[in-house]
C-alpha cells in the first residue's frame, strides 16, 4: 500500500482544514488507516484513526469534537476533517495504513509523506 498525503496549509486560529490520504495498491478497504503528527522538536503522537469498516473510529482526547476521519473506500482515501483548529494544532500530519486498531506508530506499517499544518493565532 501507497499512501500520500495532502491538504495542509496555513490557516488562522479557528479556521478549517481537510487532510486527504490517498492510497493505491489492492485491498486498501481492508486496512486500518490512521493519522499522526508531528510538531516541531516534539515526538509523533497518534491522532486519529478509523477502522476498515468506517464505523470504529478513536481519537486524540485533545482533538475530539473538532477531528473527523472518515474514509471511502470506493475512492481509496481517508480524510481528515479539522474544524476550530488552534495553534498547538501545528505539525506535520502523517498518514499510515495497518491491520490493527492501535494508537502505537509499530501498529501502521505503510506511511505517506507529510503535509504541514500550521496554525496561527
Known amino acids: 500500500v501507497q499512501l500520500q498525503a495532502s491538504g495542509g496549509g496555513s490557516v488562522q486560529a479557528g479556521g478549517s482544514l481537510r487532510l486527504s490520504c490517498a492510497a493505491s495498491g489492492r485491498a486498501f478497504s481492508t486496512y486500518v488507516v490512521g493519522w499522526f503528527r508531528q510538531a516541531p522538536g516534539k515526538e509523533r503522537e497518534f491522532v486519529a484513526n478509523i477502522g476498515w469498516d468506517v464505523y470504529v473510529k478513536q481519537y486524540l482526547e485533545s482533538v475530539k469534537g473538532r477531528f473527523t476521519i472518515s474514509r471511502d473506500n470506493t475512492k481509496n482515501t481517508v480524510y481528515l476533517q479539522m474544524l476550530n483548529l488552534k495553534p498547538d494544532d501545528t505539525a506535520v500530519y502523517y498518514c499510515?495504513?495497518?491491520?490493527?486498531?492501535?494508537?502505537?506508530?509499530?501498529?501502521?506499517?505503510?506511511w505517506g509523506q507529510g503535509t504541514l499544518v500550521t496554525v496561527s493565532s
Open positions: 499510515a495504513a495497518g491491520k490493527v486498531m492501535g494508537q502505537r506508530e509499530i501498529d501502521f506499517g505503510f
